[in-house]
């Protein structure tokens, strides 16, 4: 199994920035790709961000040149910095990593960590 740790949300308020962090943990595992879901209250889960092996970052378009997604490979850890941040942005924030363990490649999650804007 790989295990994710979110850290890093809270209650900001609006026009602030937080910086979230997510370390992956396990045995034998290798990652393809790591980034960041949220989901609103009544609202589907997201994509944020994601950043594969090699490649850039990508945004949706509702964050793009406030958020900026980052990985330390040697820590197996992905940074999520969300500067200029608005009520919509309210949510439970996932990181979500694309793993191969033994062979097979799988998706893992994180618990989620809440992030509050007030306005």
């Known amino acids: 199994q790989v295990q994710l740790v979110e850290s890093g949300g809270g209650l900001v308020q609006a026009g602030g920035s937080l910086r979230l962090s997510c370390a992956a943990s396990g045995s034998s595992f290798s990652i393809n790709a790591m980034g960041w879901y949220r989901q609103a209250p009544g609202k589907q889960r997201e994509l944020v961000a994601m950043l594969a092996n090699g490649g850039s970052p990508l945004y949706a378009d509702s964050v793009k040149g406030r958020f900026t997604c980052s990985r330390d490979n040697a820590k197996n850890t992905v940074y999520l910095q969300m500067n200029s941040l608005k009520p919509d942005d309210t949510a439970v924030y996932f990181c979500?990593?694309?793993?191969?363990?033994?062979?097979?490649?799988?998706?893992?999650w994180g618990k989620g960590t809440l992030v509050t804007v007030s306005s």
């Open positions: 979500y990593t694309q793993a191969t363990r033994l062979g097979i490649l799988s998706v893992y």
